[in-house]
């Protein structure tokens, strides 16, 4: 059954087109990342996915519902590039915001909020303020909120986007880590070809003006990922094939001069 | 997973306990400099005998320690009565109790009138301008007429020193209204985005993220308006004619003042520790109530 299912999407800032026909479906438990160009509409196509903006034509159907309707039952959790915590909340009450909205009750929120520090490993922490942690650590903490009322789907935005290599590679190992142990399907936004060849079940690459998703390719690799994953051939081969296909969608209107994006 | 370094308890309270003595000791240099600019200024100019901007004696500037010993002296000629510190405090207390009604009041409605306005662009751009006009009018202007609006209207318990309040509630709300609407709509785009994914109303928005994410601007504002209610209950018992608060005591030390000035800088300087006192009382409050980051407190 599919988690997602976008249909004809097309998506117009007053002249600008953002995005131009999309067609995706996503799979129950599939890991798929929107990969291309700053400009090219993929955090654009997230939101419209999570409901956040609407698109201008189009249908997006998730869990087999509106989009509309399936934010409202609460079916999707959301990571930005930024962690967004709220800084006058501790990290426990953080986690435990999403479960207040959904009126769970207090004892049932406590076990879940030290489930959830434990599975993103940061158990003790849960007192501290988020301006305490490091820029990895509270990231996680997001995670674990998105996580946290057990959504079937995941959305992210460029999660990782603002660490540096190494606190991103090790996040890369712990979010597979995570993905396997909730079974939630992942819709995932990333600039990294290496980091969307890594973690996907299926690579989507956008190019912009009008965004569009140009080409798909279905990663092959061996699960589980680990780190010798990074070493194999067909890796290589594979961030190849990613590369070119960014490139080819390039190439079209490498005459034409880049306007400024409307979204990143 | 390294853990970054986090101050232990202990240490946090000997800090805070050093900062505390650094901040008293401060107090202390900053009060002997005034005093001593002050004694200085005046030995200056009466050895000079200068006379711009205005001539230096006891009546235009009293030694400050006679204006403190003014304080322990017996209010009435001949050294009988009470004490003039006792009638200024008692004066003081009544005005307090006026200024913090009229905090409170004002408060309250600058709050509320600005989340209103917060919601509701169009009312917005409609009244914002009436509510800055409402404040540049003179407070002496307004102060007798709202004394003659409200005084039949109010209780007996009420009576003359609840007029004050609303008084001190007209200075008092301004300000927190403007910097409610500011702090209700600094809220980071994302973090709405995430409210709405969890499909919250703009009820749980407001009391969950949009409020504590202003509550720095809004004690930005309780901070200024403390201090401005304690001016608009002095100026509010004027025409009131109320002979309970400070500002008796300042008309009547006014009238007294080429013969007692002792008298108007003891009041003076008793008005300014009320005001003093109101300030540091939302301060101690807002590092109570406000928990943010460092870089996010105003």
């Given at each position: 059954m599919s988690v997602v299912e976008i249909g004809g999407v097309t998506k117009r800032f007053g002249q600008t087109t953002a995005l131009q026909g999309i067609n995706l479906e996503i799979a129950e438990r599939e890991f798929v990342s929107l990969i291309g160009p700053s400009g090219c509409g993929k955090s654009t196509l997230l939101r419209i996915v999570g409901d956040l903006i609407q698109p201008t034509d189009g249908e997006v159907v998730v869990n087999g519902k509106s989009a509309r309707r399936a934010r409202v039952d609460r079916d999707y959790g959301i990571v930005f590039q930024d962690p967004v915590l709220y800084d006058w909340r501790t990290v426990a009450k953080n986690v435990s915001l999403p479960l207040e909205m959904a009126k769970w009750p207090r004892q049932k929120r406590a076990a879940r909020v030290r489930e959830m520090l434990e599975l993103v490993e940061l158990t003790g922490f849960g007192d501290h303020r988020p301006w305490q942690l490091s820029g990895g650590m509270q990231q996680r903490v997001s995670i674990a909120r998105a996580l946290s009322f057990d959504p079937a789907l995941l959305l992210m935005d460029e999660p990782f986007g603002a660490l540096d290599e190494m606190t991103r590679e090790r996040m890369n190992m712990e979010l597979l880590r995570i993905w396997e142990a909730s079974g939630s399907t992942i819709?995932?936004?990333?600039?990294s070809i290496s980091e969307a060849v890594f973690l996907s079940t299926r690579v989507a690459v956008?190019?912009?003006?009008?965004?569009?998703?140009?080409?798909?390719?279905p990663i092959d690799l061996p699960q589980p990922r680990t780190a010798g994953t990074r070493e194999e051939p067909r890796f290589f081969?594979?961030?190849t094939q990613v590369r070119e296909a960014l490139h080819l969608g390039h190439d079209v209107d490498r005459t034409t001069p880049a306007p400024q994006e409307a979204s990143a | 997973?390294?853990?970054?370094?986090?101050?232990?308890?202990?240490?946090?309270?000997?800090?805070?306990?050093?900062?505390?003595?650094?901040?008293g000791l401060l107090f202390l240099v900053v009060l002997a400099a005034l005093y001593g600019l002050w004694e200085g200024y005046r030995w200056l100019w009466e050895?000079?005998?200068?006379?711009?901007?205005f001539i230096v004696d006891d009546t235009t500037m009293p030694h400050l320690h006679d204006i403190v010993a003014a304080l322990w002296a017996h209010a009435r000629p001949g050294g009988v009565g009470p004490r003039l510190i006792s009638i200024l405090v008692d004066g003081a207390l009544f005005t307090?109790?006026?200024?913090?009604?009229?905090?409170?009041?004002?408060a309250l409605v600058g709050f509320a009138l600005g989340v209103v306005l917060a919601h509701f662009r169009l009312l917005q751009r409609g009244l914002l301008p009436w509510v800055v006009a409402s404040q540049t009018v003179p407070i002496l202007v307004v102060a007798p007429m709202v004394v003659v609006w409200a005084n039949p209207k109010l209780p007996d318990n009420l009576k003359d020193w609840g007029a004050v309040a609303l008084i001190a509630a007209y200075l008092t709300f301004f300000p927190v209204t403007v910097n409610t609407i500011r702090g209700l709509q600094s809220v980071d785009r994302r973090a709405l985005e995430l409210m709405h994914s969890y499909a919250a109303g703009d009820w749980r928005i407001l009391w969950k993220l949009r409020v504590p994410a202003a509550l720095p601007?809004?004690?930005?504002a309780l901070k200024i308006s403390a201090t401005a209610s304690v001016v608009g209950a002095l100026i509010g018992e004027l025409p009131s004619s109320i002979p309970d608060g400070l500002g008796a005591q300042i008309i009547n030390f006014s009238q007294y003042y080429t013969t007692q000035p002792r008298g108007l800088w003891a009041t003076n300087l008793i008005a300014a520790a009320l005001g003093?006192?109101?300030?540091?009382?939302?301060l101690v409050a807002e590092k109570l109530i406000v928990r943010r980051a460092p870089e996010n407190l105003a």
């Open positions: 819709v995932f936004v990333t600039h956008m190019s912009p003006r009008p965004g569009r998703i140009s080409e798909t390719i081969e594979l961030v | 997973m390294s853990a970054i370094a986090v101050e232990r308890p202990r240490d946090r309270a000997a800090a805070s306990v050093r900062r505390g003595v650094g901040r050895r000079e005998g200068w006379t711009w901007p307090a109790k006026e200024a913090a009604v009229g905090f409170g009041l004002g601007y809004i004690f930005a003093i006192s109101f300030f540091l009382i939302v």
